[in-house]
């Protein structure tokens, strides 16, 4: 399964010509509760986040902190990239394939080394950020708020993952096998539908 992630990967990106734009421009930017409130208010946003957390107890150990902790750090990178004007390809596509790719971990129950896990979902936050980055463009500290809005509430979403994979191991290895595969193949169908343009985010 860990080869396969590369072409799972590829194609998500190849699902979708021509992604819907929902995350440059999409409301006020200037205030901690607007940026809290936006990453609950987007289902794209919500599946990665809260699959990032649920993909970490999947893998146990330090990964449970690490992983999430990459996610949020190097979102906040792309954040700054996104801020000052750098520009990275396909950021829609690839915010659409986070969902995917995570959701697929998820019902495969991949078990990847944490750092090659922390490089995975880093790789995905970069352009979560990036996107978020853009809206903020120009506008000097009165970004910084909004910033700390999407911040805390992206933690929160990979908490609320982390409880639900605590929650579902305690009801057992088989029945948390196969509620963590059909939560993954929901995510993973969502995603799908979110890269096609079928599911507005």
Do not use: Q
């Amino acid at each position: 399964m860990l080869r396969k992630l590369p072409l799972l990967v590829g194609a998500a990106f190849l699902l979708t010509a021509g992604p819907a734009f929902a995350h440059v421009g999409a409301g006020p930017v200037d205030t901690f509760s607007h940026g809290f409130m936006h990453p609950l208010s987007g289902i794209d946003h919500v599946l990665a986040m809260v699959a990032v957390g649920l993909f970490a107890v999947n893998l146990g150990g330090a990964a449970i902190w690490l992983v999430p902790s990459a996610f949020v750090g190097t979102m906040m990178f792309g954040g700054a990239l996104g801020y000052y004007g750098w520009p990275l390809p396909m950021v829609e596509a690839a915010i659409g394939a986070s969902v995917v790719v995570m959701s697929l971990a998820i019902a495969f129950g991949v078990r990847l080394p944490t750092i090659a896990a922390m490089a995975l979902v880093g790789l995905f936050a970069l352009f979560h950020g990036h996107a978020h980055g853009t809206e903020g463009m120009g506008l000097g500290v009165s970004f910084l708020p909004y910033a700390a809005g999407f911040v805390g509430a992206t933690a929160l979403l990979h908490i609320a993952g982390i409880a639900l994979g605590l929650g579902l191991d305690r009801l057992g290895n088989m029945p948390a096998t196969i509620l963590k595969r059909c939560a993954g193949t929901a995510g993973a169908i969502a995603g799908v539908s979110i890269l096609a343009g079928w599911l507005a985010t």
